[in-house]
């Protein structure tokens, strides 16, 4: 069983080269992300976005009400929101 429900496995690597994770989307169980770095919870909730379906997106991305940091899904430097279409998604 593979999707939103399921079990998602997270596998955390000395390295992930020129990444900081990496998820091959809905279609797979698990994630890899790198164990360095001081974003590592940012960088799994973002990797498991993309298990769940979610692209990237630029900039903030349409954030929700009642945040600051840009959305999620950006490409680098993830933030903490998702927005209105990723939270249907999901």
């Not at 080269?17 to 698990?30: E, F, H, I, M, R």
Request: with cysteine; aromatic share 2%.
């Amino acid at each position: 069983m593979i999707g939103a429900g399921a079990p998602l496995t997270a596998f955390v690597v000395e390295d992930v080269v020129d990444k900081a994770g990496c998820s091959l989307g809905p279609l797979t169980d698990y994630v890899t992300i790198d164990d360095g770095g001081l974003g590592r919870r940012r960088t799994l909730a973002h990797e498991i976005g993309h298990a769940l379906g979610l692209p990237h997106t630029g900039g903030m991305g349409g954030a929700i009400s009642g945040g600051s940091g840009a959305n999620l899904m950006t490409s680098s430097r993830h933030g903490e929101n998702l927005n209105d279409r990723q939270v249907l998604t999901v």
